[in-house]
Nanobody, 121 residues
Framework: QVQLVESGGGLVQAGGSLKISCAAS????????MGWYRQAPGKQRELVAS???????NYLDSVKGRFTISRDNAKKTVYLQMNSLKPEDTAVYYC???????????????WGQGTQVTVSP
């Protein structure tokens, strides 16, 4: 069974930093793209950052210069380093993986359970 396990969410004061992680578990050969989405109450879920297997990154405009996405292919883990956090960054952050190739199947879209990030004023 292939799963995404997230960790690192929590409460932080504005201006602080937080690093969240997402590790893929199970029988996996490779993963094409991994990314982080977030959803705040009353708002649409939005892509925060993504990274391809070759290291090509994409960021939401509002987080550019503050957030950094990275991945460790050997550990099958994606990270999101969040600096200079603002109250408007408060949301549930979801890990996503696209193009997972396992021994028995191909998974086009897989989501983690989400981790709460709260930034206090």
């Amino acid at each position: 069974q292939v799963q995404l396990v997230e960790s690192g969410g929590g409460l932080v004061q504005a201006g602080g930093s937080l690093k969240i992680s997402c590790a893929a578990s199970g029988i996996i050969v490779s993963i094409n793209t991994m990314g982080w989405y977030r959803q705040a109450p009353g708002k649409q879920r939005e892509l925060v950052a993504s990274i391809t297997s070759t290291g090509i990154t994409n960021y939401l405009d509002s987080v550019k210069g503050r957030f950094t996405i990275s991945r460790d292919n050997a550990k099958k883990t994606v990270y999101l380093q969040m600096n200079s956090l603002k109250p408007e960054d408060t949301a549930v952050y979801y890990c996503n993986a696209d193009g997972i190739i396992s021994w028995s199947r191909r998974i086009n879209d897989l989501w983690g359970q989400g981790t709460q990030v709260t930034v206090s004023p």
